[in-house]
């Protein structure tokens, strides 16, 4: 257990639909960090927040959205989604922003998207 | 901007033979840099990291890398592979402050018997 909690572990939706990725970061983290792993795009940094402020955006697209609570948990909203929007979406976690101690990853939610 | 490159999207190796990864960063601050091992169905989990200091590092699971700032490489070994070491691993590579941590696109590692 890596100290990072993603859920769910698995989700299949339908095209169109709209989804909710939840993670809470290891104790004492105060920055979140999202990437998608997809089998074509390899590893992809979507959105980073730090202490509930955005602090950096990769390839997210803007049918995707996160935000950071008070308790600094995240959760990515995917909408209107696509078949290729099927992939592993990790949530990883820091000290700080862009900590140089490296970063703790969750286990990943599978969305399949049919 | 920083980036990682991976040589070798799939390396096979005998058991018991050397583990080689490459890694090469492209940056114009030594950045501090990382290896993580993504087994199946899992996710990333952090091997070894440079910061400062010893050139050689250290990691779980008998994995080393040494960081070479002239050639600009950070390459992964391992004496003796085994087949637990069937993965994928990731090179990463942080700039300090606020930069993000840049990945490679990964090496998959396939143990032959």
């Known amino acids: 257990d890596s100290g990072v909690t993603q859920t769910p572990k698995h989700l299949i939706t339908a095209t169109g639909q709209r989804v909710t990725l939840r993670c809470s970061p290891r104790s004492g983290d105060l920055s979140v960090y999202w990437y998608q792993q997809s089998l074509d795009q390899g590893l992809q940094f979507l959105i980073q927040y730090y202490n509930g402020e955005e602090r950096a955006k990769g390839n997210i697209l803007e049918r995707f959205s996160a935000q950071q609570f008070p308790d600094l948990h995240s959760e990515l909203n995917l909408s209107s989604l696509e078949l290729g929007d099927s992939a592993l979406y990790f949530c990883a976690s820091s000290v700080a922003s862009g900590s140089n101690y490296g970063y703790t990853f969750g286990s990943g939610t599978r969305l399949t998207v049919v | 901007a920083q980036s990682v490159t991976q040589l070798g999207s799939h390396v096979s190796v005998s058991e018991g033979a050397l583990v080689l990864l490459r890694c090469n960063y492209s940056?114009?601050?030594?950045?501090?840099l990382f290896w993580y091992v993504q087994y199946p169905n899992q996710g990333l989990q952090l091997l070894l990291k440079y910061t400062t200091g010893a050139t050689l590092v250290k990691g779980i699971n008998g994995f080393e890398a040494e960081f070479k700032k002239s050639e600009t490489s950070f390459h992964l070994t391992k004496p003796s592979a085994h087949m637990s070491d069937a993965a994928e691993y990731f090179c990463a590579a942080h700039s300090g402050g606020y930069q993000k941590v840049t990945f490679g696109t990964g090496t998959k590692l396939q143990v032959i018997p």
């Open positions: 940056s114009s601050v030594p950045p501090y």
